[in-house]
């Protein structure tokens, strides 16, 4: 069974009398493991994909089965639920929480989730010295650098052991040496620890890196 | 410019109508009260001068004795007079009106106190003589007589029983022409006859038409003061010989007697309300400084909302200043709705104040109106002139911060992170130096009997721990992270996270919230401490088994005496051993009207317990005083005149001024305004045999004093009317003046504090839209709403618990100021400093529990949103 199964996934945003279909009957599905880019230029609905795949949104029509359960019938705290234990998020700005430190930005779902601090402590260094940012573990994030931010950024993502990572251009915001050495990260995650990623980005180098690679053009697969 | 004002802040405004109604209340409220107070002190100084008028008419000059009025023998060696002018000897004095359904009950009184009854002011003129002071217009008397001659006027008068009432009065009471009103003075209830209806002009207008005109001989027999008139009206035949004519006359009367303009009893009555008007004034300005935290709340929020579409703005080309401008002209709006609300709010405020207040003012002072006066220009004025400018100021930061903001910036919703703060010395030093500022002020005198150093004392406490709020978050938030992450979880680490991160902007609401609770923290310890005090003082002082009074309330102006029949009636019961009957009279004393009391000192020294403060061997000295030229004086006549044990006190007598020694200083706090107290003996040395106002009885041991007051009053005849408290009902009643008294107090103070917890959900409404990224990002990454909504709610409740500490001892550094220099420089009582430690724990509870409650509402926003597809 794979981990992720989309069927004529639909997505129509309204507004007034204008309505967007912003997906338009989208398939595919994903495996336990997989690491798949979704390419495509600006508005053709990756965004919006990876939001229905996260739990962050539902969709306007379609089946989209995450584990076996269909994240189109869930209300808003059972999507809160499956983002919690089953999800982790990567952003192009970074978006970690200001007023926490990076440790504590880490050790968040973990706590969310109702694990125990200790727990969320022991996952957090552990994390951190996988992607390299222990001696920042007690800086705030604008203290440091964009690429330091997102590597503690993948961290908070993986630190609740979520059966899928969603990444949403993660190094659309750096330059080219962080950008190189995040995707690396995601690469060598997915490739030791087995973390299934679903990412979305316009470089064609960045996409090379993923094992498989899905266009998208005005809301459907090429 | 103006169109984008309309779109730009009108339009939000009437959008967002729950946070634009709740910023346009408290403005309202702010100036409602203000306003309000102003009007309710103005109801009693103005109700009291206006009446004075009334009843004065065209009187240049009155001609007056020492307290207890002039002796009618004097009148013939006083003819001279008429070579200034035309005389008019006065009886004047209050009485109540008996309420029909009041007849019948033998007591007429409640344990609880006197029952309500209605003041009327009843005139004592020979009609002959007193046409030209007075306009005295006759409805009808009956006969068909088209104009009333002064002849028939005499006519209607010449009875002990006839009485002219107003129209007004006969039309509210249902009284006819030709019937009967009972009216009772001190404890003699009378029936008279109305002889005539006076039309609502002169006189007839005094306390809304509670007037009553009688024969001078009808009246003296009335108040018991045959033999006596109170004063003498001088018409002057030529008025602008005012001045002259007073310094003409000074020497010529005879000692004990003076010449004074009937406007100096106003004034007199002003002085002696001052303190307590000036005090509810300070305690209204607390509202509105609340009310223009909100401005500045919803101005920020305003801000904070709208930062992207401030930031497009600017990227399209307008400036800052006219960005300044947009967010000044949202206050002015605001104000302006707030002050025109006020307004209205403002007499319904009047009103209830009024009837919060009239009780005290007419129990310990005088008899007052029952309605503020109308409203004038200048009272619009006033609510315009602080409503508009202060809440420009109070907008005048976050409208500043508006106008800077980056337009790159702001549009990609990166420049919201707070800056995280250091402790800086100035934090510290600069709120050290204000609190300092206010000890050393604290120490200073009072400037014409007034606490200005007091009162600036008391702002600068407030300034200098508004000041201070930022550093104690700080170190707040350093110690306090342990705590609420190992005891509150997750929500307590975020809410603390955020809290910390958002000092800068909390600060201020925090500071607001703190003054708001430090003034009820401040005026509970005050009054709790006062109240301690009073019953302390109760308990040691009310020894009498049974007081007996008037049934009519004694106020200035107004006095009340005890007849023979009811004093017979206690001496008589074979259960009364002793009786201690006592005299007030109301005396000049440097321009100001004080008390002078007489009593029998050995039995009061026998039977009674008065506290003394001074000298160590009062008792023995006040022994020494009886049948001497000495006094007992109370400790705020002490302090207000600075009078000491062995000190001489001038006082005018009938004889003249004469010196007393003042032989020790007793604590008392029936009064602020001051008591002369001399032996019986001596007092009817000067005074004469005068009818006293009030009996302390004393009864065998193991007597139930309750029926020997109810033996007592069944004992009387419907003809009089006494009121007799047990000693238990007395101090019963103590407290409830004092409760009423207070009761203003706990109203203004409420107002603010609602003001105030619609502040903090403003400011945590504030603080969820400036971290709605972070809040949606949060729900992300896997918070529930309940999550969310908890955070939120301990952010709140820790605001309130932040505000109650800072609230709490700023509060308690005010009550040290209100009680050790503003009551002393006011009312020159001393207060025992007394911790109500159950009720600070209370409100300590109630306010964190409230401000969580405030909490709810941003809570609910908060956990509400969601990352936006753009975001």
């Not at chain 1, 069927?7 to 009398?17: A, E, F, I, R």
Request: hydrophobic share 50%; charged share 20%.
């Amino acid at each position: 069974m794979p981990l992720l199964a989309a069927s004529n996934l639909q997505k129509t945003y309204v507004s007034g009398d204008a309505r967007v279909a912003a997906l338009a009957g989208v398939s595919f599905s994903l495996d336990a493991g997989d690491f798949v880019a979704l390419m495509g230029p600006s508005g053709c609905g990756k965004s919006t994909l990876l939001h229905l795949c996260g739990a962050m949104d539902r969709p306007t029509a379609g089946q989209l089965l995450l584990d076996g359960r269909n994240l189109a019938a869930l209300g808003d705290d059972e999507l809160t639920h499956v983002r919690r234990e089953q999800v982790g998020f990567v952003f192009q700005f970074f978006n970690l929480l200001p007023t926490l430190t990076i440790a504590d930005n880490i050790a968040l779902p973990c706590l969310l989730a109702g694990v125990t601090p200790q727990e969320a402590d022991r996952r957090t260094r552990e994390l951190a010295g996988r992607v390299g940012i222990t001696p920042r573990l007690d800086h705030y994030p604008q203290q440091v650098s964009g690429g330091e931010m997102q590597r503690a950024a993948i961290a908070r993502a993986l630190a609740h052991q979520p059966a899928l990572v969603v990444a949403d251009e993660p190094t659309g915001n750096l330059d080219s040496d962080n950008g190189a050495r995040v995707l690396a990260l995601l690469v060598e995650l997915n490739r030791e620890m087995g973390i299934t990623i679903l990412l979305a980005t316009h470089s064609a180098d960045v996409a090379a890196a993923a094992k498989r690679v899905l266009r998208m053009k005005d809301g459907m697969f090429e | 410019m103006m169109r984008l004002f309309r779109q730009f802040i009108l339009r939000p405004l009437l959008r967002d109508r729950v946070r634009t109604a709740t910023t346009i209340v408290g403005v309202a409220l702010g100036i409602a009260v203000i306003i309000a107070i102003q009007l309710t002190n103005a109801s009693s100084v103005r109700g009291f001068e206006t009446a004075l008028e009334a009843v004065a008419g065209k009187t240049s000059i009155e001609i007056v004795g020492s307290g207890s009025g002039i002796d009618e023998t004097l009148l013939p060696s006083l003819g001279w007079l008429r070579e200034f002018g035309v005389v008019s000897p006065v009886v004047q004095g209050d009485a109540a009106l008996v309420e029909p359904d009041a007849v019948g009950q033998p007591d007429g009184t409640r344990e609880a106190g006197r029952p309500r009854t209605e003041a009327v002011r009843v005139l004592g003129v020979d009609i002959l003589r007193d046409q030209p002071f007075r306009e005295y217009r006759l409805l009808d008397v009956g006969a068909g007589e088209p104009e009333v001659t002064t002849q028939r006027f005499l006519q209607l008068l010449t009875n002990e029983r006839a009485v002219v009432i107003t129209e007004k009065l006969a039309r509210r009471r249902g009284l006819a022409l030709g019937g009967e009103i009972r009216l009772m003075i001190g404890d003699r209830v009378v029936s008279y006859t109305i002889r005539g209806l006076l039309k609502d002009e002169g006189p007839a207008r005094v306390l809304d038409g509670n007037f009553a005109l009688m024969d001078i001989a009808a009246a003296q027999l009335a108040f018991d003061r045959l033999g006596r008139i109170d004063r003498i009206d001088l018409l002057l035949r030529n008025p602008e010989d005012l001045q002259r004519t007073l310094v003409a006359l000074g020497p010529r009367l005879p000692a004990g007697i003076e010449a004074q303009r009937p406007a100096r009893r106003g004034a007199q009555v002003e002085t002696m309300l001052a303190a307590f008007q000036m005090n509810l004034t300070a305690l209204s300005w607390i509202a509105l400084v609340v009310g223009l935290f909100l401005v500045y709340n919803t101005v920020t929020i305003s801000v904070v909302a709208r930062r992207q579409e401030i930031g497009m703005l600017r990227a399209l080309g307008v400036t800052g200043p006219q960005v300044l401008a947009l967010f000044l002209g949202e206050a002015a709006a605001l104000a302006v709705a707030g002050t025109v609300l006020g307004l209205g709010l403002a007499r319904v405020l009047a009103d209830a104040a009024v009837a919060l207040t009239s009780a005290t003012v007419s129990t310990l002072y005088i008899a007052s109106v029952s309605a503020p006066p109308a409203m004038t220009w200048g009272h619009v004025a006033l609510a315009a002139g602080l409503g508009l400018p202060l809440s420009l100021l109070a907008a005048a930061v976050p409208a500043l911060e508006a106008s800077r903001v980056a337009p790159t910036a702001a549009m990609h919703g990166h420049d919201t992170l707070e800056m995280r703060v250091r402790l800086r010395p100035v934090m510290l030093v600069a709120p050290l130096v204000v609190i300092g500022a206010a000890a050393g002020l604290a120490r200073l005198g009072p400037v014409n009997g007034r606490p200005y150093f007091g009162y600036v004392s008391a702002f600068a406490i407030v300034i200098g721990a508004s000041l201070i709020v930022p550093a104690v978050m700080f170190g707040l938030s350093r110690a306090s992270r342990g705590f609420l992450r190992g005891r509150l979880g997750v929500e307590g680490l975020l809410a603390h996270a955020n809290l910390s991160a958002a000092i800068p902007r909390i600060s201020i609401s925090v500071a607001a919230l703190a003054v708001s609770l430090s003034m009820m923290v401040a005026i509970a310890v005050m009054i709790g401490s006062f109240r301690d005090t009073v019953v302390y003082w109760v308990g040691q002082t009310v020894r009498a088994d049974l007081f007996v009074g008037p049934g009519v309330r004694p106020t200035v102006g107004s006095e009340q005496t005890l007849s023979s029949e009811v004093i017979e009636a206690v001496t008589r019961h074979p259960d009364v051993v002793a009786v201690d009957s006592f005299r007030n009279l109301d005396l000049v004393y440097n321009g100001n009207l004080v008390v002078l009391g007489a009593g029998h000192f050995d039995v009061a020294l026998s039977r009674g317990a008065l506290l003394f403060k001074s000298p160590s061997n009062a008792r023995a000295a006040m022994r020494a005083a009886i049948g001497q030229d000495a006094v007992i004086i109370s400790e705020p006549f002490a302090n207000k005149y600075g009078k000491h044990d062995g000190d001489v006190v001038g006082i005018s007598t009938p004889n003249g001024p004469r010196e007393f020694r003042v032989a020790a200083v007793y604590y008392d706090y029936s009064s602020d305004r001051g008591v002369i107290v001399m032996d019986f003996s001596t007092f009817s040395r000067y005074y004469g045999a005068l009818p006293p106002t009030g009996i302390a009885a004393y009864i065998k041991d193991g007597v139930d004093p309750e029926r020997v007051r109810s033996q007592i009053l069944a004992g009387l005849d419907e003809g009089h009317r006494a009121f007799i408290y047990t000693n238990r009902a007395l101090r019963t009643e103590v407290l409830r003046i004092f409760d009423s008294t207070f009761a203003i107090t706990y109203a203004l103070e409420l107002i603010a504090i609602v003001v105030a917890m619609l502040g903090v959900a403003g400011t945590l409404l504030t603080l969820v839209l400036e971290r709605r990224r972070e809040l949606s990002l949060l729900r992300l990454t896997g918070a529930d709403r309940r999550q969310v909504t908890r955070m939120v709610m301990i952010e709140a409740a820790m605001i309130g618990a932040v505000s109650q500490g800072v609230g709490l001892t700023m509060g308690l550094a005010l009550s040290m100021v209100l009680i050790y220099v503003i009551n002393v420089q006011s009312f020159g009582w001393t207060i025992q400093f007394h911790l109500p430690t159950a009720f600070l724990v209370q409100s300590t509870i109630v306010v964190i529990a409230a401000t969580a409650v405030a909490g709810v509402y941003p809570a609910r926003r908060a956990a509400q949103l969601i990352l936006s597809q753009d975001e």
